[in-house]
């Protein structure tokens, strides 16, 4: 099952490298450019099960790509991540059929447990 990280936060990036899913899963982070259209078309033309996402790697047009995103692929989950404590980007992302939402930092554990909860429904269901 293919999962997808969307981040330049080094911290994120390094916990989620380490995770424990990584025996069963192929886990990637999207490289370089976060264009909006880059990151539409990079997670796309990939198609990952899981996509996490870094909303401070695109702020302000976080809530715009994963409404995109979820126009194309009904089907991604998606686990988003923030800094921002504020209630506004929690109202718009709720809206879009986000899976899990974390305010960063956020732990090796609680990490593995959203993908892994993920992956256990899909499973279930199938």
């Known amino acids: 099952m293919k999962i997808l990280l969307v981040s330049k936060d080094n911290n994120l990036i390094s916990t989620f490298q380490n995770n424990?899913?990584?025996a069963t899963n192929q886990l990637e982070v999207m490289p370089g450019n976060y264009d909006p259209l880059d990151v539409m078309?990079?997670?796309?033309n990939n198609n990952p099960y899981i996509l996490l996402i870094d909303?401070?790697?695109?702020?302000?047009?976080?809530?715009?790509?994963l409404n995109s995103i979820?126009?194309?692929?009904?089907n991604i989950q998606i686990i988003f991540i923030t800094?921002?404590?504020?209630?506004e980007i929690g109202r718009q992302i709720s809206q879009i059929?986000?899976?899990?939402y974390a305010?960063?930092?956020?732990?090796?554990?609680d990490l593995s447990d959203s993908i892994h909860s993920i992956i256990h429904l899909q499973k279930k269901n199938n």
């Open 20 to 22: 424990n899913s990584q």
């Open 41 to 44: 078309s990079y997670v796309c």
């Open 55 to 65: 909303d401070d790697a695109l702020k302000p047009q976080t809530a715009h790509i």
């Open 70 to 74: 979820k126009k194309v692929n009904q």
């Open 83 to 87: 800094s921002d404590t504020g209630i």
């Open 97 to 100: 059929g986000v899976q899990f």
């Open 103 to 109: 305010i960063k930092p956020i732990g090796k554990r």
